[in-house]
């Protein structure tokens, strides 16, 4: 399987940064090989993988794009991005309700919103993505003596393929998951009631 996929339309001279992440399309050990996707992007890693969600959230992404976004590592690892997630899949709302009820807790709170529909388009005109799917041959294990120097050298650590979680499985440590519940319940009902008061949005 081999892939190029083009997203945006920044400027071809502006300075590219280069990353790659694994595929989830990855072969086994059947086949011997394993697939990475090779990216050249005009933004950073992190800004990348922004724009995917703000693609992947209004639905303008194609069946491929949408395995690189999944396949890009943290793409589900964002607070606000979960949030609309869980609204999306249990509230009886559109999405531009949404984004205007999760705006509206964010600038509360003191923070800014990255998933307004009309940033699509700036971002559009700023972000040049290109992105390649590479096949590599994994190579042979040699024969195993029965000796190992250690316990971990039993064996490989690398995993023969990338799961893909549900949004809201995505492991967030205490503190972000507490981010995610407060955010989500305030932009969901409106009001919150906490141990720090009332919260209820104007």
């Known amino acids: 399987m081999s892939s190029r996929l083009n997203l945006g339309k920044g400027n071809v001279n502006r300075g590219f940064h280069s990353f790659a992440w694994r595929s989830s399309r990855s072969s086994t050990e059947l086949t011997r090989s394993e697939t990475f996707w090779k990216v050249r992007s005009t933004f950073g890693k992190v800004k990348t993988v922004q724009y995917l969600r703000l693609k992947f959230f209004w639905g303008e992404l194609s069946f491929d794009e949408e395995q690189l976004a999944f396949d890009a590592p943290g793409f ?100 972000t998951f507490d981010e995610y519940e407060f955010l989500y319940k305030l932009a969901s009902v409106g009001k919150l009631d906490s141990n720090l008061g009332v919260f209820r949005l104007p």
């Open 76 to 175: 589900l690892n964002d607070v606000e991005f979960n949030v609309m997630l869980t609204m999306l899949a249990e509230q009886q709302m559109t999405k531009e309700r949404i984004t205007k009820r999760v705006e509206k807790a964010l600038t509360f709170l003191k923070k800014k919103s990255h998933f307004r529909k009309e940033l699509i388009n700036q971002w559009e005109h700023n972000i040049l993505i290109t992105a390649t799917s590479s096949v590599r041959p994994i190579r042979k294990h040699k024969a195993f003596s029965g000796w190992v120097r250690n316990s971990s050298a039993v064996g490989s650590k690398r995993k023969s393929k990338v799961f893909t979680p549900d949004p809201i499985s995505e492991d967030f440590d205490n503190a």
